[in-house]
């Protein structure tokens, strides 16, 4: 009897260390999140160097879950380009993929290139395949290249308008999980580091038809989307044409035309016949998601200047490209991807 007493008293001093420890850890856990939130709002007020200083602290330690890691080491590595220091910020991105060789930064930070930039190049460095990987070797993957400007009413307006469609494409796109496309910024990295022949879009130098074979390649891409836009008095109009990677032939055209302040209907609409002819099968899930995104009603003024803000930073003239979106978001108030990009962008400037 005394033997049971005494391993029941054993049992629960465990019991009472293990829950203390547990306690301990969680409680180290949650103090970490408060640091982590607290080096957010450094970076948001533009105060990289305090930012920094706790970031590089908690990507040392091992109590940050798996997520929280890789947030702060994404906020890190922005930090560190923003203060020109962009070799730590490979060093950061080299640790983050030693420990998950699939990461790629969230699609947040995609208005940072030479961030972007840095990511790529530390993949490259490290061996890996800069190519787009599906789990399924039977989903096709899709590189779309910024719209031309076909325009006939204030075309220099639109001038940067054909990236800013792009990118709404993209997302699109990327809705589709039978589907996966080249992200924009992994193109133009490509394109700056082969030093393809390519031509210049709203500044932007982007993939000509001619390269189109050499970069799928290493793009591991199954066609090329290029395309073109036109604004004619109340009439919206885009034209794709769908060229096939490896021989260079167009093989698909797609035209949709409407209302200048239907632009996401728009891409929507092209979206749908670009993946029929595709062969590729919308769930319905997919389908709703589609819906939802379209119905945002942002005049074509707007998504010009949010256009004009891309182009902006990728000059990285932050205090345009700012001034830009604000004027985006005066236009149209629920302009999601402007507020997002202004979110990143603004600390640049303070």
């Not at 990461?103 to 490259?124: C, E, F, I, N, Q």
């Not at 890996?128 to 599906?134: G, P, T």
């Not at 496309?181 to 082969?194: A, H, K, N």
């Amino acid at each position: 009897m005394k033997r049971k007493s005494t391993y029941l008293a054993l049992f629960l001093f465990l019991s009472s260390f293990c829950l203390n420890v547990n306690g301990l850890n969680s409680a180290l856990a949650t103090d970490k999140n408060v640091e982590l939130t607290e080096a957010k709002e450094n970076f948001y007020n533009g105060e990289f160097e305090g930012a920094i200083k706790v970031l590089e602290r908690l990507v040392a330690t091992k109590t940050l879950s798996k997520e929280d890691y890789v947030d702060a080491s994404e906020f890190l590595a922005v930090a560190y380009v923003s203060l020109e220091q962009d070799g730590d910020a490979e060093a950061v991105f080299a640790n983050v993929l030693q420990k998950d060789p699939e990461y790629k930064p969230s699609d947040l930070w995609w208005p940072h290139k030479r961030m972007m930039a840095g990511y790529y190049r530390t993949v490259k460095n490290s061996g890996q395949s800069l190519e787009v990987k599906s789990k399924s070797p039977g989903i096709k993957t899709v590189a779309i290249i910024d719209f031309e400007n076909n325009s006939i009413d204030d075309a220099e307006k639109y001038n940067n308008l054909g990236g800013a469609l792009s990118k709404i494409l993209i997302s699109d796109f990327m809705v589709m999980s039978n589907l996966k496309v080249v992200e924009r910024e992994r193109l133009q990295f490509l394109v700056d580091e082969l030093e393809l022949s390519a031509k210049t879009i709203g500044g932007q130098k982007v993939v000509d038809p001619a390269s189109a074979p050499q970069l799928g390649k290493f793009l591991g891409a199954h066609s090329f989307i290029f395309g073109s836009f036109i604004k004619l008095g109340n009439t919206f109009r885009l034209d794709v044409r769908l060229v096939k990677t490896e021989t260079g032939e167009i093989f698909k055209t797609a035209s949709v035309e409407g209302k200048p302040d239907k632009i996401f209907e728009l891409a929507k609409k092209l979206t749908l016949q670009i993946t029929k002819d595709l062969d590729i099968a919308i769930r319905k899930t997919e389908k709703k998601q589609l819906d939802a995104i379209s119905k945002n009603d942002v005049p074509i003024e707007a998504v010009a200047l949010f256009g004009d803000a891309m182009s902006q930073a990728n000059g990285e003239n932050y205090d345009l490209a700012v001034v830009k979106l604000e004027a985006a978001i005066a236009l149209a108030p629920g302009f999601q991807k402007a507020q997002d990009m202004m979110s990143v962008i603004r600390p640049l400037t303070l």
